[in-house]
């Protein structure tokens, strides 16, 4: 008889239990799937738990969308978006898609979040050029940026701060405040994406003490549409219909998140600190088993306290190990151990060529992406879900002796 397949062990798992389902239930039952009393709750669970206000929309891309759209002009004709160079797209495309140039900032060694040293070169050069500046900060792998540096620097040089918090949901800054609630950070975006440590599904939202701002997103979500009684000189006023209940001003898009996906929201907002408790242990174990291996480094070196732990990005040093990136991915897969890619480097993107110019050196990013691997890190993962990655990690010296010797 043939032993049972083992299955594979994924990079991330969203994590529910009963109440989810009950609320899900609930929600179901309301009959409000949409626009009802579960995304006002939604909001007043995450506004609580980041600290200001938020507004729930359908994904993190959304969230970046409608804030880039509804964001206020200072009267420029050139906007720039500073991120990262190893970021996911949907700032950088959002930007672009919203008629924004886009530049990309190389990341420190440590946590691979934005590098100041080289944001300050590239804030000297573009904030002349452009009437408005604004850098993304994204929190890689849960770990916050430098927020004082990051500050310091946009208002030495006039640009806006915005986070990309899609990793750090439930997060704290190094002064213990939660993500989210920087003061001199203009919002904060999350994704509630199924990989994330909160997930609905599908789902994100924007948090901000600009109330201006937080409605233009609110407004932009449900197609700008404004409430607006008829008027008797209006010319598109029908007598034969009924007089139009709103106006348009600005075109804006259905972004909005259904009752279903916030019902689920509210459930896993309330188990969030015994997740984040759960990941950060599994992070530690990690940190400690790996600590013997001089052929790869954990990012960063070591556990931090406050972080959201949604990653665990591993650089191995692939020239030590004697192996490609293809062999490195093809040992863990082999082994059924999905580890995933966080993130092909942006400037390597068709879409994201920018200009030299608009691009500061990127040693970093060039030198970390061939070896940078996420291992699997999840609510729910085993003791020995864990053994079995590590087994992998440490059969990699191994794997390049047999490759090179046999
Ligand atoms: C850093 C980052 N930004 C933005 C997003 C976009 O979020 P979503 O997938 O919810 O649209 C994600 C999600 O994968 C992300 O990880």
Redesign the pocket.
């Known amino acids: 008889m043939s032993a049972e397949p083992v299955p594979d062990l994924p990079y991330a798992r969203p994590y529910w239990d009963a109440s989810d389902a009950q609320a899900l239930l609930a929600a179901l039952d309301s009959g409000m799937w949409t626009g009802g009393a579960a995304v006002a709750e939604f909001e007043r669970v995450l506004a609580e738990l980041v600290g200001v206000p938020t507004v729930a929309v359908s ?6 969308f409608a804030l880039l759209a509804g964001y206020p002009r200072r009267g420029a004709e050139r906007r720039l978006l500073i991120s990262p160079a190893i ?5 950088p495309a959002s930007a672009q898609l919203l008629g924004w140039d886009v530049a990309l900032c190389d990341v420190r060694a440590e946590d691979l979040t934005l590098c100041p040293d080289r944001l300050a070169e590239l804030l000297a050069v573009l904030s002349g050029e452009y009437q408005q500046v604004v850098v993304l900060a ?3 792998a849960g770990h916050t940026c430098d927020m004082t540096t990051l500050s310091e620097l946009c208002r030495a040089h006039g640009a806006e701060l915005i986070e ?1 918090a ?2 750090a949901i439930g997060g704290r800054y190094s002064d213990g405040t939660p993500v989210g609630s920087w003061p001199s950070s203009r919002a904060a ?1 999350f ?3 199924p ?2 440590p909160l997930a609905t599904g ?3 939202a924007v948090s901000s003490t600009d109330s201006e701002l937080l409605g233009a997103v609110a407004s932009f979500r449900n197609h700008n549409m404004a409430a607006s009684p008829a008027r008797d000189d209006d010319p598109a006023r029908d007598d034969d219909l009924a007089p139009r209940p709103y106006q348009i001003s600005r075109p804006g898009l259905n972004l909005r998140l259904s009752d279903l996906h916030a019902a689920v929201g509210v459930a896993q907002a309330a188990r969030l600190p015994e997740s984040q408790r759960l990941r950060a242990e599994l992070a530690a174990s990690y940190h400690e088993r790996l600590a013997g291996h001089d052929w790869l480094r954990t990012v960063p070196p070591e556990r931090r306290d406050g972080s959201a732990h ?1 990653l665990f990005p591993v650089v191995f040093d692939l020239a030590a190990l004697r192996l490609s990136k293809r062999e490195l991915l093809d040992a863990f897969h082999g082994k059924g151990v999905r580890v995933q890619i ?2 092909t480097p942006l400037h390597r993107l068709d879409a994201f060529r920018v200009p030299e110019r608009r691009r500061s050196p990127l040693p970093v990013t060039d030198s970390v992406f061939p070896g940078l691997v996420s291992l699997p890190l999840w609510r729910g993962m085993t003791e020995s879900d864990q053994d079995r990655v590590l087994d992998v990690v440490a059969g990699l010296p191994r794997l390049a002796g047999r490759r090179v010797f046999s």
Do not use: P, R, V, W
Request: glycine letters at 14%.
């Open positions: 994904s993190g891309t959304a969230a970046i970021n996911f797209a949907a700032g994204m929190h890689y990309d899609c990793h975006f994704s509630f994406h990989t994330k599908e789902g994100g949604h966080h993130y």
